[in-house]
């Protein structure tokens, strides 16, 4: 797998993120065919990178309820 150089995107953090700073993840939408995430409190962290269809699957469940914890 090839690296992805992720220095200039734009990361967007999620609107269901805490406001007081916890529990939040970061997307970048400006790459093709895939969707880096990463959590914003280590910035410099890991970043798991989705293929486009699979993240917008996740999503679209997520946001349906189909997802229970």
Known sequence: MRSLDL???TWRKSSYSNPDGGACVEVADDLP???P???SKNAHGPVLTF???GWSAFVSAVKGGELRV
Request: no cysteine; net charge negative; charged share 35%.
């Open 33 to 35: 065919a895939v969707v």
């Open 37 to 39: 995430v990463r959590d």
């Open 51 to 53: 293929a486009e269809d």
């Open 7 to 9: 220095s200039a995107v």
